[in-house]
């Protein structure tokens, strides 16, 4: 079995099998390395919707800027997506989180953070008003569902 280790290809040392009950050890960091990993990534905002892709949304920090020509909605992708984006040892029973932080960088505009299907939540604030950060916090709540909790804001 080949995985990714920042950035690199290695191999698993015959004998190694990844399973559920290695969540939380050597071979889950092996093969999550890069989901664990704080990214950021940098969106040009252009007319009134952002369509993001799993890494953009899963990066530590989102970075918008310009390009908006009005208030825009920022759509994440499909739940499936972002599951899969994970990891194949992400556990999905509520207990992983992560932080997901959205700057709008002086975009003139305010975004909406929004959902790519009706099987993720957004609970609390979802709007970034231009030069703010906004937080949440990304929990998997089951194999096909995911909330993203609103936990502040700063003004940048």
Request: charged share 10%; glycine share 10%.
């Amino acid at each position: 079995m080949k995985y990714l280790q920042l950035g690199v290809l290695q191999q698993v040392p015959a004998g190694m099998v990844a399973d559920k009950a290695a969540d939380f050890g050597l071979i889950a960091l092996m093969s999550n390395a890069n989901a664990y990993a704080a990214l950021y990534t940098t969106v040009a905002t252009a007319g009134t919707n952002s369509n993001l892709t799993a890494v953009q949304a899963l990066s530590g920090l989102l970075r918008m800027t310009t390009g908006a020509s009005g208030g825009f909605t920022i759509t994440l992708p499909a739940t499936s997506v972002l599951i899969s984006a994970g990891g194949p040892t992400i556990p999905t029973d509520g207990t992983f989180s992560k932080v997901c932080r959205f700057l709008n960088d002086n975009v003139g505009q305010t975004g909406t953070l929004t959902v790519g299907d009706a099987s993720t939540t957004i609970t609390g604030t979802a709007t970034i008003a231009t030069d703010t950060r906004r937080d949440f916090i990304m929990t998997i709540t089951s194999p096909t569902t995911i909330t993203f909790q609103n936990i502040g804001s700063a003004a940048i």
